[in-house]
Nanobody, 122 residues
Framework: QVQLVESGGGLVQAGGSLRLSCAASGRTFSSDIMGWFRQAPGKEREFVAAISWSGSSTYYADSMKGRFTISRDNAKNTMYLQMNSLKPEDTAVYYC???????????????WGQGTQVTVSS
């Protein structure tokens, strides 16, 4: 199983940007589909974005399209989420995940990080 550690969260004003990182260790990282999810207080976990093993295919939740960009660097065993034009409603704990197929369902991802808090102030 791959181990995942997120970083890069923090407090930012509305309209600002953050870049999250997800560092992987353990078994081969490059063969996994990677994804980002988030969970706000009192809400269910929500799909954010996913990226194929090569990075050539990406998929976003509608509310993140045009604002968020997912990428990965297999040589560094790291995945990224560039978040621009942040809104207060983006406030959540963001989790990275690894799994065998491109999907928006969290249950299809077998490995998860511990999460990183993103807070967007108005």
């Amino acid at each position: 199983q791959v181990q995942l550690v997120e970083s890069g969260g923090g407090l930012v004003q509305a309209g600002g940007s953050l870049r999250l990182s997800c560092a992987a260790s353990g078994r081969t990282f490059s063969s996994d589909i990677m994804g980002w999810f988030r969970q706000a207080p009192g809400k269910e976990r929500e799909f954010v974005a996913a990226i194929s093993w090569s990075g050539s295919s990406t998929y976003y939740a509608d509310s993140m399209k045009g604002r968020f960009t997912i990428s990965r660097d297999n040589a560094k065993n790291t995945m990224y989420l560039q978040m621009n034009s942040l809104k207060p409603e983006d406030t959540a704990v963001y989790y990275c995940a690894a799994g065998p197929k491109m999907t928006t369902r969290g249950t299809d991802f077998g490995s998860w990080g511990q999460g990183t808090q993103v807070t967007v102030s108005s």
